[in-house]
């Protein structure tokens, strides 16, 4: 599966839309990428997933460009909540089975 | 649903001991994880299933035992505790999906169980 890369922490003021990039360079043709929030002390939590293009919903968008070597995740108006690791992941579907392997994320702190 | 959930919240073990980390499940999923946190670091997969009666390795399974007896049950055994796995446990089940014609995977975690070894 393709590593990934991405800042180890980011600091954003309140209101503002915080975008975070995620590289993985080798990423396979049938690999999709999904994002994780984990809050202190509690399970990580799925955000958004994505194979091309753009996703919105209701909480993020996701930027994929057509070389699918990066992805970004982005948070529009954060929120002091919103303060937590998010986590790129470029997983595949196995025969019979799914690996994810998680990186050490992104700490995404919000300021008021 | 309750979702995912996991007990014990926290556990202390002396070196050498055993025991069972529970998790259950109630969004009938194929698919079940164990993984492992410790300070500073991502998630470790351990074992995992793809059905009941199915079962696998991680990345990181040496020191634990899984079974899958029934869709909704996925426990997780230390045989003999060791310091080394002092950390946080999650367990996860997995739903799959299409997403832009493909077929994709999105996991469900439990709160995680605290675990000391001393």
């Known amino acids: 599966l393709a590593k990934t890369t991405q800042p180890i922490s980011m600091d954003s003021y309140e209101g503002q839309e915080v975008n975070i990039t995620c590289s993985h360079n080798?990423?396979?043709?049938?690999?999709?990428i999904t994002w994780y929030q984990q809050f202190p002390s509690q399970g990580p939590r799925f955000i958004i997933q994505?194979?091309?293009t753009k996703v919105t919903n209701e909480v993020a968008s996701l930027f994929i460009p057509a070389d699918r070597k990066s992805s970004t995740l982005s948070l529009p108006r954060v929120s002091l909540s919103d303060t937590a690791v998010y986590y790129c992941l470029v997983a595949r579907l196995q025969t019979g089975a799914n690996n994810l392997f998680f990186g050490t994320g992104t700490r995404l702190t919000v300021i008021p | 649903n309750a979702g995912v959930t996991q007990t014990p919240k926290f556990q202390v073990l002396k070196t050498g001991q055993s025991m069972t980390l529970q998790c259950a499940q109630d969004m009938n999923h194929e698919y079940m994880s164990w993984y492992r946190q410790d300070p500073g670091m991502g998630l470790r997969l351990i074992h995992y299933s793809v059905g009941a009666g199915i079962t696998d390795q991680g990345e990181v399974p040496n020191g634990y035992n899984v079974s899958r007896s029934t869709t909704e049950d996925f426990p997780l055994r230390l045989l003999s505790a060791a310091p080394s796995q002092t950390s946080v446990y999650f367990c996860a089940s997995s739903s799959r999906r299409r997403t832009s014609g493909k077929d994709t995977d999105t996991q469900y975690f439990g709160p995680g169980t605290r675990l000391t070894v001393l």
């Open positions: 994505g194979y091309k």
């Open positions: 080798n990423i396979a043709t049938n690999d999709y």
